[in-house]
């Protein structure tokens, strides 16, 4: 998931002309821990892109790893949903966010190509919220 997330914010920023600081928050879900790591490698190598303290992600606000045996995060689409709707909304509302870039991330599942051995696809959409 991670390589369609770096795709996703890549090309949209490219895209939009825009760059990381013209939002308050890019927010990813479910990377997890490693997979927040590796999204800040990919961006940095293929797009020269920095996140600094701009990304967040939906699992690692989620799930506390020092207390939590969770490994690398939870469900995506769980994930997303439950932040999205309960918290980054509300910030919104409220005020202490401005522009979000969500980026909802996830792999296409399917069990007829696990068991073929083909790999399992990841995906990444983006939606720009802003008040």
Known sequence: MPPAAVRTIGDFLENTESSVNDYDLILTGD??????????????????????????????????????????????????????????????EQGKLHKVLFVATGALMSTTTSKQGSSIPGIAHAVLLEV
Request: charged fraction near 25%.
């Open 31 to 92: 990377l997890g821990f490693v997979g927040s790591k590796l999204l800040r490698s990919l961006l940095q190598s293929e797009y020269k892109i920095e996140l600094g303290d701009r990304h967040n992600d939906c699992g690692l606000m989620i799930f506390d790893l020092k207390k939590q045996d969770v490994n690398s995060g939870g469900s995506g689409c769980g994930c997303s949903a439950s932040v999205l709707c309960s918290h980054i909304l509300k910030e919104m």
